[in-house]
């Protein structure tokens, strides 16, 4: 049995739907459209990593520091002590994706900050934020090298990406790359429109997983994942 790392907390059962947690060396890439919910579902598995005390590296490409603050309290994942304590660093590359000629060198960057790397776990949300409009694949590949390396130190790595927002060969690649690849989407059923997220490829799972997850959101509450499944 490979080692896990558990993202178990009370009253929610992501972790047994997943197969008890995330396989330690997993390279996870969650992709979806806008509105699908993948920054939701980092920031649910972001929580429950530092519950079970791991520690977290989380790159936002959307949020400010209070901003993100204030969007885990909204969902009852308070977050403020595990930044006091250091279990948790948020780096925010929201300013710096102003200049876009810059993001010819962000993967470049990022793989060399070596501070970054240090955490159990690395969340970047988003991968295609960081993109530029016509990404070198040498960078790419380059950079999922990293990874590679990263994750075979027991880490596990966690990026969003919306393939509308990557060319298809880069995507394609990434998600060769990834040994777990969750597909989010928004559908109609029972005639209100229900998030779900679907498993695509689970190499090294450890435990029985579903594959289709349902779920919804709530204030103060979180991810709830739902009892249904969504067709």
């Keep these: 049995m490979g080692a896990l790392l558990e993202i178990r907390i009370p009253n929610d059962e992501l972790h047994r739907r997943l197969g008890g947690g995330i396989p330690a060396g997993s ?24 519950k079970n005390n791991h520690t977290v590296t989380y790159v936002s490409t959307q949020l400010t520091t209070p901003e993100f603050i204030n969007q885990m309290d909204s969902l009852g994942y308070g977050v403020i002590q595990d930044l006091v304590k250091r279990r948790l660093s948020f780096v925010s590359l929201y300013p710096l994706l102003v200049g876009v000629s810059e993001r010819n060198r962000f993967l470049q960057k990022l793989g060399g900050a070596s501070p970054l790397w240090g955490s159990d776990v690395v969340i970047i949300d988003s991968l295609s934020s960081l993109l530029p409009a016509n990404p070198d694949m040498n960078d790419i590949r380059a950079f999922l090298v990293h990874l590679k390396r990263v994750t075979s130190l027991g880490k596990v790595v966690i990026m969003t990406a919306n393939p509308g927002d990557m060319p298809s060969d880069v995507l394609g690649v990434v998600e060769e790359v990834s040994t777990l690849l969750i597909r989010l989407s928004v559908k109609v059923f029972g005639g209100d429109l229900k998030n779900s997220a679907t498993i695509i490829k689970y190499n090294n799972a450890v435990g029985v997983f579903q594959k ?4 919804r959101v709530e204030p103060k509450v979180g991810f709830i994942v739902e009892i249904a499944a969504v067709v």
Excluded: A, M, N
Excluded at 28 to 33: R, Y
Excluded at 212 to 215: A, E, K, L, N, Q
């Design 27 to 50: 390279i996870v890439l969650i992709e979806g459209d806008r509105g699908t919910g993948k920054s939701i579902f980092c920031q649910r598995l972001l929580y429950g990593f530092l």
């Design 212 to 215: 289709i997850i349902p779920f």
